[in-house]
């Protein structure tokens, strides 16, 4: 095995290890600090409640500390979760059925958990069907597009768009379709996972990525699973080595861009294996709940995974900040009346009022002198990202995973790509479509969820703990407990 991972750049190594090593970046025993940590990670994340002392600890990259955020979040995700469930930003016109464009993919999921409940045409808002998005959502025409099969980027994309005008695609209804443990497992699903870590190789092409998967230079023991499978957040057992620590160590000699790179990708997935465990399926008796196990084995273990949680929300909260007067300008109105057009326009301003003050990251700071030359790179390989989500075989999990993937990169984009003057809602109306408003929004409100999910995990193991005093932290099968928490 580690002779196929020896072939491997150092930065692709660093990612793995990110989520097969238990190593934390900080100064003192806490997941919020930059010591590394080698024992108990779980109970340093498990026990940790916000501070009320003056002592604040930063998010790293970010101007932004972890107090700050973690006392306005139970009120940004309930704007938030109210938002979601509105109608401009609930449906979204998808193509789930787009073939994988790097390799062949047959491992389509056929549990019923997997599936996604689509809406008729007419219960969209008229403005939004086929027959109108055309005239609505017409790019600058000084903008370069490059199209594939049923999906397109601009030059300022960081991901790669569904083209609603295409006839491929269906509309969902998101709030019908909750992102949760779909039972997708095996090599079809880590294969996704092993390709996306993959593209944080930068100097890595698209055809080489297709090589790669195609050739098998990919170790086939990160692609192969137990006989009860494993969720598709979940790299199956990478063997730890002084090889991996390695490259965990050669992480701190990248460079600011990477590094940001880096932490994109280790959030995502930090968030979703949390959603992934909090809504959870217990085989045994049918109940979805919260599993306190896999949420300690695949992130609170692992302390600088929580941390790159938190940067994503930040990073994310900066973009709507920044791009405050484009969306507050942004036709909302769905035709549904004016209460509705009211609650949204309200609920929009709750959310952008809290990134204000929480969404302090300094974008200018990166992609500067020499670094320049690494913007094309790191959206070529953004945009592989989310063009990897067409080889998801789950639909439910290829949905969030497209919906997630355009978020982060639409904030990318709001970021890294469009100046105060190209973020004027009357020259440049189109600029931003209202797919990639609903994706972002979206996004950041799955974000949300995960933190709250997270607080949730420490109750339950706080009542774990003090039932169970003298008989240590190990958890058994069968431990987790159901909560009520509508998330």
């Known amino acids: 095995m580690l002779s196929h991972l020896t072939v491997l750049p150092a930065i692709i190594l660093a990612l793995i290890a990110d989520f097969q090593v238990s190593a934390n970046i900080s100064q003192s025993p806490s997941f ?12 340093h994340v498990l026990r940790h409640r916000p501070k009320t002392t003056l002592a604040q600890c930063p998010i790293e990259t970010t101007q932004c500390d972890y107090e700050t955020l973690e006392g306005v979040v139970g009120d940004l995700h309930t704007s938030l979760h109210s938002l979601v469930r509105t109608p401009f930003f609930k449906y979204l016109k998808i193509d789930l059925v787009r073939e994988c464009p790097f390799w062949e993919s047959n491992g389509y999921c056929v549990l ?11 219960d969209i808002p008229p403005k939004w069907r086929a027959d109108c998005l055309g005239r609505l959502n017409r790019p600058p025409q000084d903008e370069l597009r490059k199209s594939f099969p049923g999906c397109y980027y601009r030059d300022s994309d960081f991901c790669v768009l569904d083209d609603e005008d295409s006839k491929g695609g269906e509309y969902v209804d998101l709030t019908l379709n909750p992102e949760r443990f779909t039972g997708y497992a095996g090599p ?3 294969s996704v996972w092993a390709a996306i870590y993959q593209e944080n190789c930068f100097g890595l092409s698209e055809a080489d990525l297709r090589s790669t998967i195609e050739e098998g230079d990919i170790d086939q023991d990160l692609l192969t699973t137990s006989s009860q499978g494993v969720s598709p957040a979940d790299l199956s057992p990478l063997v730890l080595s002084p090889l991996a620590r390695q ?17 994109i990708i280790s959030g995502l997935h930090a968030s979703i294996s949390t959603q992934l465990c909090f809504h959870n399926l217990d085989q045994r008796t049918g109940e979805w709940k919260p599993s306190l196990q896999c949420f300690t084995d695949r992130v609170a273990s692992h302390p600088e995974r929580l941390q790159y949680m938190y940067f994503n929300t ?24 004016q209460d509705e057009h ?8 709750e959310v952008i009022e809290k990134a204000k003050v929480v969404g302090q990251f300094d974008e200018t700071k990166l992609f500067q002198g020499e670094a320049k030359m690494l913007k094309e790179e790191f959206k070529a390989h953004f945009r592989n990202v989310t063009r990897i989500m ?7 999990c290829r949905l969030w995973g497209k919906v997630q993937t355009s978020g982060v990169g639409t904030a990318l984009k709001i970021l890294f790509e469009l100046d105060e003057a190209a973020l004027n809602p009357v020259t440049n109306p189109n600029l931003i479509l209202r797919s990639e408003i609903v994706a972002l929004f979206n996004t950041l409100h799955q974000f949300s969820e995960s933190l709250m999910a997270v607080d949730e995990f420490r109750r339950i193991w706080a009542r774990k703990d003090s039932s169970s005093e003298g008989l240590g932290f190990q958890l058994t099968e069968g431990d987790d407990v159901a909560v009520s928490l509508e998330l």
Do not use: F, W
């Open 247 to 263: 490259a965990h160590d050669a992480e701190k000699d990248l460079c600011l861009e990477k590094k940001v790179y880096y932490r």
């Open 188 to 190: 079809a699903a880590n």
């Open 112 to 122: 019923k958990d997997c599936a996604v409940t689509t809406v008729d045409e007419q």
């Open 390 to 396: 067409d080889c998801v075989g789950c639909d439910k």
């Open 314 to 337: 930040v990073l994310l909260l900066r973009a709507i900040s920044r791009a405050e007067r484009y969306i507050s300008a942004y036709d909302l109105n769905t035709g549904g009346g």
């Open 342 to 349: 009211s609650l949204t326009t309200r609920l929009v301003g």
């Open 32 to 43: 919020l600090s930059d010591t590394p940590i080698k024992q108990d990670q779980a109970q």
